[in-house]
């Protein structure tokens, strides 16, 4: 149950796409969720859709395994598109008890579930088809040049690969550690809200306990290993930019280009 | 109460592409009273067939019966069974979250809605059963006790609910020597005081053999084997084969007949072989 969480998530596969260049993969979803925003009509919205999916079907993701993933955000969407619908003043179209809709409301409802969408769809791509390992060190290769303004860019990555890493771990920890207090009758779904989330401490406790021993073992497994003696780490698999990723990049500065077009000329 | 299971087939994340078969159509039977051992090579699907006797887990297929009650049909059967059977985990000492020793293994029989004075008296037995002082360390924190101590309080936190049935999942993983032997002769005194079924998964074919009267053997979540432990540890090279090992004392055995000494025997325990050992030297 609770592994079945895909948010953020890598899905194995070979693809073009898998085999991008990270640091084209993340500068190219920030420049997309840029251009949601730059997008004012739904021709726009048609066009990003439209590469979006030619990235997906490039990328061999079935369908299903991103939109099961994204069921908890889908929530938060329509929570957008009802405040959306009923909260915007303007033209009223239909009106019942207290609540009226708006042309307005409809346009702006209809504009913010396609771009949260579109957002959410298009980021979590860059995950399903990056390892954790190559986003940091994308990450990490791409805030580099601010290494001389004192950006511990090699810190942060590092971090975050551990966050990642360990994010699995945690949940598999919290799983266990919730079975075993259901064996000693535990009861996490019935009674108001005090008490549920009274009912959190027998599970919060041993999971932080866990947490600090996880990271105290894995602090000193990293200093047996002389983690952070000084001298800089080269690494076994330097990200190189390939003809391919060269292809990718065109490809996307022609569709940024089209979009633009479509914005400021219609 | 005794425990009828049949057909349980458990598939972890159904049609998805981490679909896991831990558990294939087992079926077998452990009678009231019985001492029972579970082995198998880790990701056998020990743990998993554990927590279905508890109903933690729901089973794809199957039944699974405590006593005459079918615990996988939905209702309050499955929350009663939950309480009968008690399931201390592997390393349960990681489940521990008050304050204090007393209140950690009071919060079973709190769920179970007992009164104070019902789960004082609990919280007593239970920490004598596992060999502990109710005076000394009610009021220490669990996390200041070493590593078999708070082992011990977990276990004492599933046997103060007071279980029709007790299964232990690898409890001795972890533990020094001492801690290991401690923790053993524990779980023999709670089921010889209780009278009831255990069934204890573990490693080590050595405390199989000496503790248990039942032995279980699964495989690639297929029971292998099921029967007396002279039965199962005959089939020596069939566990070989499937990563298991014999008990030492019959291993040794083993290997002196090899080397040209008859010895007579089950061979169960190391003084059963040194008997034998000594019964063949004289007889020379
Ligand atoms: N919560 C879970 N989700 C998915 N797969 C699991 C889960 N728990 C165990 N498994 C898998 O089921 C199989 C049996 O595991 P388990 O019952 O823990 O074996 P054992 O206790 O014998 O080591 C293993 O292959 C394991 O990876
Ligand atoms: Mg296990």
Known sequence: MIRDITLGQYYQTESLIHRLDPRLKIVATLLYIVVLFVVDDFLGFAIAYAGLETAI???KVPRRFILKGLKPVFLIIAFTLVINLFMIQGEVLVQFWKFHITREGVHMAAFMGIRLFLLIIGSSLLTLTTRPISLTDGIEALLSPFKKLGLPAHELAMMMTIALRFIPTLLE??????????ARGADF????????????????VPLFISAFRIAQDLALAMEARCYGCGIRRTRMNEIRFEKRDLIGAIVFACFLAVIVLERFLW | MSITVKDLTHIYSPGQPQEQVALDQISFRIEDGTFAGLIGHTGSGKS???QHLNGLLKPTSGTILLGDTDITKAGTASRQARLKTG????????????????KDVAFGPNNLGLSPEETDARVREALQLVGLDYEELKNVSPFELSGGQKRRVAIAGVIAMKPEILILDEPTAGLNPKAHRDILDMVRGIHESTGNITLMVSHNMNDIA??????LVMDHGRLLMDGSPEEVFRRGEELKEVGLALPDSMEIARQIIEG???????????EETADAIAAALQAK
Do not use: H, W
Request: proline letters at 3%.
């Open chain 2, 48 to 50: 998993t067939l554990v």
């Open chain 1, 173 to 182: 920890e919290t799983d266990k550690i919730m079975k075993a207090q259901q």
């Open chain 2, 87 to 102: 399931l201390v985990f592997q390393y349960p000492e990681y489940q521990l979250f008050e304050e204090t020793v007393a």
């Open chain 2, 260 to 270: 040209g000494l008859a010895l007579e025997g089950t061979f169960l325990t190391m």
């Open chain 1, 57 to 59: 079907i490039m990328s």
């Open chain 1, 189 to 204: 779904e019935t009674g108001n809200i005090l008490r549920r989330a009274k009912a959190l401490v027998p599970i919060l």
């Open chain 2, 210 to 215: 000496r503790m248990c009267d039942q032995v």
